[in-house]
């Protein structure tokens, strides 16, 4: 027999997805933070029907997020935890994401993309993800959060993993807030960095007031000019885009690159041993969404044989991404 109660719950995935988007939207951890609430408690402070919140919460602690107490207060669990809005890795922002009808709208035209190979961002609303979000500055909003806060779980990793010493100046390009480069900076005393993003996105003034003096931004775009550096940082910016795009903005890279400079993208690499379905998912997300993929290693270095550029190595941090290293070519 099949193991049919699995596949069950591989099918009907979408409705804790569900749930949990609306305790995120609701901002339900945050209200448990300072202990436990009665429900009549927590449909006030939400402006919720109280029955309907019970069921919500009751199915929510049925997957381990809250917990129904015997006095009839509900309670966060540490799994709940991760929908605050204060801790530095919240996955807050990512649930209120996947729940939105543009993100939603977008899966369900995945079947288009497959039959057809087009993106489904753009069959569901006519427009790219970045144009969407120029136009949407709440989404917008809520997606550099996202960013952000998935970003901060891997930075430290990346700034030790990769040695930057032999470095001076780093642009972290498409760099959104900047989360990446901070960690670099903060880590590597020697550096100065610059944030490079659209106007939509780019930091103006450091997350640490500390890094001021060796901080900058400038608003951008990849495809038409970067400031000269001898590195450059792109963490999940290559898988946003399809193959000529991103030779596009590797030869943008190369004109600004010094002789001995570096390209360095931070990356997730496709069939790395451990990381085969967050990559395979990923691979999907960026097929509906900016109209991406995730890529091989050996993809990668045609990449930059096509910008100019040729991989020199790849150094895996201990989270999901690597660093994807390249030097001018010839
Ligand atoms: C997936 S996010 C990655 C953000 C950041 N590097 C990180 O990992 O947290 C992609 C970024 O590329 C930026 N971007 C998109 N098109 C761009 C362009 N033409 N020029 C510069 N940045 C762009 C977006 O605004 C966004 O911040």
């Known amino acids: 027999m099949p193991d049919l109660p699995r596949l069950r719950s591989l099918i009907t995935a979408f409705q804790v997805s569900a749930a949990v988007h609306v305790a995120a939207d609701l901002g339900l951890s945050d209200l448990l933070a300072q202990g436990p609430r009665t429900l009549s408690d927590l449909a006030g402070a939400t402006a919720t029907h109280e029955a309907t919140l019970g069921r919500l919460l009751h199915a929510l602690s049925t997957v381990g997020l809250?917990?129904?107490?015997?006095d009839g207060t509900y309670a966060t669990t540490d799994l709940g935890e991760g929908l605050r809005s204060d801790i530095p890795e919240t996955l807050r922002p990512l649930a209120r994401t996947v729940g939105t009808p543009t993100h939603w709208g977008a899966w369900?035209?995945?079947g288009?993309?497959?039959?057809?190979?087009?993106?489904?961002f753009e069959a569901a609303h006519g427009v790219d993800v970045w144009t969407h979000r120029a136009d949407h500055p709440v989404e917008n909003e809520i997606f550099n959060d996202q960013m952000a806060s998935r970003t901060a779980a891997v930075a430290t990793a990346v700034a030790e993993a990769y040695d930057f010493s032999g470095l001076s100046s780093i642009v972290d390009v498409g760099g959104g807030r900047g989360v990446l480069l901070e960690a670099v900076l903060s880590r590597h005393p020697h550096l100065v960095g610059t944030v490079f993003d659209l106007p939509q996105a780019v930091a103006t003034e450091p997350i640490s007031a500390a890094l001021a003096p060796r901080w900058s931004s400038m608003s951008g775009s990849f495809f038409e000019e970067v400031p000269d550096s001898d590195a450059y940082l792109l963490k999940s910016i290559l898988h946003d885009w399809p193959d000529d795009r991103c030779v596009a903005?590797?030869?943008?890279?190369r004109r600004g690159l010094r002789d001995d400079g570096?390209?360095?993208?931070?990356?997730?690499?496709?069939?790395?041993?451990g990381y085969e379905r967050a990559a395979a998912f990923s691979d999907l997300n960026m097929l509906v969404?900016?109209?991406?993929?995730?890529r091989t290693q050996d993809e990668y270095a045609a990449l930059f044989d096509a910008g100019g550029l040729r991989l020199t190595r790849v150094v895996d941090?201990?989270?999901?991404?690597s660093v994807i290293e390249a030097r001018a070519a010839g």
Request: proline residues 4%; negative net charge; aromatic residues 2%.
């Open 317 to 321: 941090t201990d989270t999901h991404v």
């Open 289 to 294: 969404m900016p109209g991406g993929r995730e």
């Open 249 to 253: 903005i590797l030869r943008t890279l």
């Open 108 to 110: 369900q035209q995945l």
């Open 66 to 70: 809250y917990e129904e107490r015997s």
């Open 262 to 273: 570096v390209v360095l993208l931070v990356e997730m690499v496709l069939d790395r041993p």
């Open 112 to 120: 288009h993309s497959v039959r057809t190979g087009e993106n489904a």
